[in-house]
């Protein structure tokens, strides 16, 4: 079992930054793919960007250049540094969890979710 608690969301200017940090319990965490996922009012839930338990990545093209994921496995940590944000990124960000060591880029793929932290971003 994995609880995920979400922090770092806020209201920013665009162009602006902000950085979300993910606090997982448990003592596997390192084991564990972790993606960070959003949705946006009326939209499906997508995947931001992704890492492995071997700290590879994926990112959606739509964040590439601009969002960076890393994880602190020693802290049971997972960050998401946004910058350059657009008021496209405007939605509510969730940490998620899978139970596997490879990428996983489907939300299907995830077992623990947050409870999500809003951004906001304004023109």
């Known amino acids: 079992q994995v609880q995920l608690v979400e922090s770092g969301g806020g209201l920013v200017q665009a162009g602006g930054s902000l950085r979300l940090s993910c606090a997982a319990s448990?003592?596997?965490?390192?084991?564990?793919?972790m993606g960070w996922f959003r949705q946006a009012p009326g939209k499906e839930r997508e995947l931001v960007a992704a890492?492995?338990?071997?700290?590879?990545?994926n990112y959606a093209d739509s964040v590439k250049g601009r969002f960076t994921i890393s994880r602190d496995n020693a802290k049971n940590m997972l960050y998401l540094q946004l910058n350059s944000l657009k008021p496209a990124d405007t939605a509510v960000y969730y940490c998620?969890?899978?139970?596997?060591?490879?990428?996983?880029?489907?939300?299907?793929?995830?077992?623990?979710w947050g409870q999500g932290t809003q951004v906001t971003v304004s023109s």
């Open positions: 998620a969890a899978a139970g596997a060591p490879y990428l996983v880029t489907t939300p299907q793929g995830y077992h623990y």
């Open positions: 448990g003592r596997t965490f390192s084991m564990y793919t």
């Open positions: 890492i492995s338990s071997g700290g590879s990545t």
